[in-house]
T-cell receptor, first 115, second 111 residues
Framework: GAVVSQHPSWVICKSGTSVKIECRSLDFQATTMFWYRQFPKQSLMLMATSNEGSKATYEQGVEKDKFLINHASLTLSTLTVTSAHPEDSSFYIC???????????FGQGTRLTVV | AQTVTQSQPEMSVQEAETVTLSCTYDTSESDYYLFWYKQPPSRQMILVIRQEAYKQQNATENRFSVNFQKAAKSFSLKISDSQLGDAAMYFCAYRGRQLTFGSGTQLTVLP
């Protein structure tokens, strides 16, 4: 299958700072990328969908000003958690897809801890 | 909105035995995909098997097979000859406009 690389794998930041997570499709061009959040022992919750060159579509309840998503190229999407607070601590996972009728491939996830 | 229900939070199976994980979903769409993903302790999501709704034949991938009942909106996963490496959280997922996950089933494989 195709490879999606997510970086960093884990990050610790201070409350009030911002942190950027990168999601790259290494061997294919991803027209659509998805960002999920996963709390311990829970399922993946979709935060937003981004298409290359256009604004991300956020799910209900997700603050778009807090979780900035940029999909500037067909191989890179970034999620920036702005003014992070301890309640933003979670596991964030990205996935990438080509076209509309194919499966999505997942990155390895990023564990964010805000102290 | 589509919903995916996994009614078994935890399951266990003896090594080399067979286990079936349940999944039901609700949708008004006729064309969609269904998936089973595995999430081991590393938390990397791994695709186990996929099923296109228009296909009547149940998908099979080596020791993994599904029982897809479209009318009943049921999509169970059968793992045969269970191995220790199969221990993980298993998520059923529905793909329409977006990918919707069930709540997951934690599978323990007993040696």
């Amino acid at each position: 299958g195709a490879v999606v690389s997510q970086h960093p794998s884990w990050v610790i930041c201070k409350s009030g700072t911002s942190v950027k997570i990168e999601c790259r499709s290494l061997d294919f061009q991803a027209t659509t990328m998805f960002w999920y959040r996963q709390f311990p022992k829970q399922s993946l919750m979709l935060m937003a969908t981004s298409n290359e060159g256009s604004k991300a579509t956020y799910e209900q309840g997700v603050e778009k000003d807090k979780f900035l998503i940029n999909h500037a190229s067909l191989t890179l999407s970034t999620l920036t958690v702005t003014s992070a607070h301890p309640e933003d601590s979670s596991f964030y996972i990205c996935s990438a897809r080509v076209g509309t009728n194919t499966e999505a491939f997942f990155g390895q996830g990023t564990r964010l801890t805000v102290v | 909105a589509q919903t995916v229900t996994q009614s078994q939070p935890e399951m266990s199976v003896q090594e080399a035995e067979t286990v079936t994980l349940s999944c039901t979903y609700d949708t008004s769409e006729s064309d969609y995909y269904l998936f089973w993903y595995k999430q081991p302790p590393s938390r990397q999501m791994i695709l186990v098997i996929r099923q296109e709704a228009y296909k009547q034949q149940n998908a099979t991938e080596n020791r993994f097979s599904v029982n897809f009942q479209k009318a009943a909106k049921s999509f169970s996963l059968k793992i045969s000859d269970s191995q220790l490496g199969d221990a993980a959280m298993y998520f059923c997922a529905y793909r329409g406009r977006q990918l919707t996950f069930g709540s997951g089933t934690q599978l323990t494989v007993l040696p």
